[in-house]
């Protein structure tokens, strides 16, 4: 029998965290004004096992929010009036988009996003701080001593980086005292680019945890709209094999990957999140993740 790829196991990040699921909750459209929504569809994750959160700064700037800071500032709230959940999640953020710059990671700017999310979110520490887009115009030099020291003085555990580069993610690494332990890319059967640009190797020669955000192509691989016949009839067949629907394969694809990726799920519905947590009883064989990924860039392999 062909090997079952589809990686259900915990993924470890560093020696400082617990580890985390496979699968994760993202908070881009976490902007409902129904604290007690919000609430339950926390619990929920961490009673799927979607113990890592995912938020940033700028979310909340569209999908309803009410501006910059939105998210962040909505997990707060629930984290006050819920204060045991603290301890059963890995909290994760970003910083470093500044609009309309757009994009600033100054020692200034990084330190006071960073303290400035710590306050929205109500909490002490950032259990992992992403610098989310690379800022061209500060030197990686700057932006690793500011991180260096927020992780030294405690407000931030671990480090990571966002829709950064091989190489940008080596030129800072190279400038930091702690090591980076994740990226967070677009990946997806419908954007294959992080096995093609050579991010996903970068992440297996350094130990890099891939945090995979819009692993559905922003809805679009459960509606179907935008997306190749070709690609919707492969997930069709391998959802009527697995009994599930063609969201959950394509959970289970990006869980495939050797090196063991994380999939951000942004859905702000229970029902949704609960059926996506099937995509760990997937089974996908190498076969299945080529037919796939030919499926995707819509010609044969060499």
């Known amino acids: 029998m062909d090997k079952n790829l589809v990686q259900s196991n915990s993924r470890f990040l560093c020696d400082d965290l617990p580890p985390v699921g496979p699968l994760a909750l993202g908070l881009w459209r976490y902007t409902t004004p129904d604290i007690g929504h919000a609430t339950n569809l926390l619990k929920t994750a961490i009673d799927l096992g979607m113990n890592l959160v995912d938020n940033a700064d700028v979310y909340g700037l569209d999908w309803g929010g009410k501006g910059f800071g939105t998210c962040e500032e909505l997990l707060g709230h629930v984290l006050s009036e819920s204060p045991e959940l603290r301890d059963q999640i890995v909290l994760a953020t970003k910083g470093g988009i500044q609009p309309p710059v757009p994009y600033n990671s100054s020692s200034d700017y990084l330190r006071g996003a960073c303290e400035d999310s710590l306050r929205r979110m109500n909490v002490e520490k950032i259990d992992l701080y992403q610098i989310h887009r690379p800022d061209m115009y500060t030197h990686p030099a700057e932006v690793a001593s500011t991180l260096d020291s927020l992780v030294e003085e405690?407000?931030?555990?671990?480090?990571?980086?966002?829709?950064?580069?091989?190489?940008?993610?080596?030129?800072?690494?190279?400038?930091?005292?702690?090591?980076?332990?994740?990226?967070?890319?677009?990946?997806?059967?419908?954007?294959?680019?992080p096995l093609r640009d050579g991010l996903l190797d970068l992440a297996a020669e350094r130990d890099l945890v891939p945090l995979a955000w819009s692993p559905l192509a922003g809805g679009s691989l459960a509606t179907g709209e935008g997306i190749s016949a070709e690609l919707v009839a492969v997930l069709d067949d391998l959802a009527n094999r697995e009994s599930v629907d063609r969201a959950t394969i394509a959970i289970a694809f990006v869980l495939s990957h050797p090196t063991s990726p994380i999939a951000l799920l942004g859905t702000q519905t229970i029902e949704r999140l609960e059926k996506l947590s099937e995509a760990l009883k997937v089974s996908l064989t190498r076969s299945d993740v080529y037919q796939i990924i030919q499926a995707s860039e819509g010609v044969p392999l060499p």
């Open 154 to 193: 405690g407000k931030v555990v671990a480090l990571g980086v966002s829709n950064h580069s091989p190489s940008q993610i080596k030129a800072l690494q190279e400038h930091l005292r702690n090591p980076l332990i994740t990226i967070q890319p677009e990946f997806s059967a419908a954007h294959l680019n």
